[in-house]
């Protein structure tokens, strides 16, 4: 296609996924308050974590110990529930847009490439949304260590905004870290790393997780950094058995070159002849004359001032 049309498709895709993406808020924005018999709403799902700790550990607001969030402007409990829609259509509406995005580019690949993608596509997502159920799970424990750490003096009153802005780092962040190991992986793949290179830094590659899981974890509780140091090294390790198995399964023997330092020459694959010494140089004998002198030829006789002499050169 030409430069014009490729830019009509792609408007028409990106209509095509925001309007997917305008019905998903929607769906995200009743799903919050509104929800279908013998399901959860969406703001009793996201509270889950708060509403699981104790009831003397919060501040009871409404009628008895009901649970629910505190809200310090007007305009938080709508814009909270806007945002939170939002995400929410943005999830629902994946489908859709994912599916826009792919049409859009695999015109332009080829067949192992679109193959590889698809692959990718569909690690990236899983990763993610494991690491965000993990995370889920996770929040209540770090929740309660961060609230009960000064319970004595102090009664935890969150507003919506906070917990929310907490609750969805947690996801992001631990679903972002289990991506890690899928970059080594493609890495490996395209032969940019191998697993000769990190095997023996598994020492420095534990150390340096724990120390981002440390700095990374929105709560700073030490369950929270622990488990993500644990799951996203173990996933690690996992990406480190896959690059071993591909580099063997592409040929590529590492052990040749474990013990060789960064400086060292390895051997060579094959076995070259010898050099011979250098044999004496012979001296060079004088060229014969093969071609034999060519005889002057004579001159006619004529007499230059004859008429068959002119005749002749006419």
């Keep these: 296609m030409e430069l014009v049309e490729h830019l009509k498709e ?7 996924s925001l309007v997917a993406l305008v019905f998903g808020t929607v769906v995200g924005f009743i799903w ?3 929800a279908p018999p013998g399901m959860q709403t969406l703001g009793e799902i996201l509270r889950g974590p708060y509403c699981s700790l104790p009831a003397e550990n919060r501040v009871a607001l409404g009628n008895g110990d009901e649970c629910r969030l505190l809200a310090t402007r007007p305009t938080e409990m709508f814009m909270l529930r806007l945002k939170v829609g939002a995400l929410a259509g943005a999830v629902i509406s994946s489908p859709v847009w994912l599916y826009q995005l792919w049409a859009f580019i695999t015109p332009g690949l080829h067949k192992q490439e679109r193959r590889w993608t698809v692959t990718f596509v569909t690690l990236a997502v899983s990763l993610f949304v494991a690491g965000a159920i993990l995370a889920y799970y996770v929040i209540a424990v770090g929740l309660g260590f961060l ?18 802005h907490f609750l969805l780092a947690f996801l992001v962040i631990f679903g972002v870290c289990f991506e890690v190991p899928l ?18 830094k598994r020492r420095i590659i534990w150390v340096a997780t724990f120390i981002f899981a440390a700095l990374l974890s ?13 799951a996203v090294g173990v996933l690690i390790e996992l990406s ?15 052990e040749e070159f474990a013990e060789l330092g960064d400086d060292d020459a390895s051997e060579l694959a094959y076995r070259p002849d010898p050099i011979m010494p250098a044999e004496p140089v ?18 006619p006789s004529v007499v230059p001032n004859s ?5 002749d050169v006419l």
């Design 240 to 254: 480190l058995q896959f690059c071993r198995w591909n580099d063997k399964r592409r040929g590529i023997d590492s």
């Design 10 to 16: 792609l408007r028409t895709r990106v209509i095509i």
């Design 282 to 299: 012979r001296p060079v004998a004088p060229a014969s004359s093969s071609t034999a002198a060519v005889p002057d030829k004579p001159a």
């Design 218 to 230: 929105p709560g700073g509780d030490p369950f929270s950094m622990l488990i993500l140091g644990i």
């Design 147 to 164: 609230i009960t750490i000064g319970d004595e003096t102090q009664t935890a009153a969150l507003t919506g905004g906070d917990y929310f």
């Design 183 to 200: 970059i080594i992986a493609m890495l490996n793949i395209v032969g940019l790393l191998g697993y000769n290179q990190m095997k023996g």
């Design 32 to 34: 919050y308050q509104s």
């Design 307 to 311: 008429g068959s002499y002119f005749d």
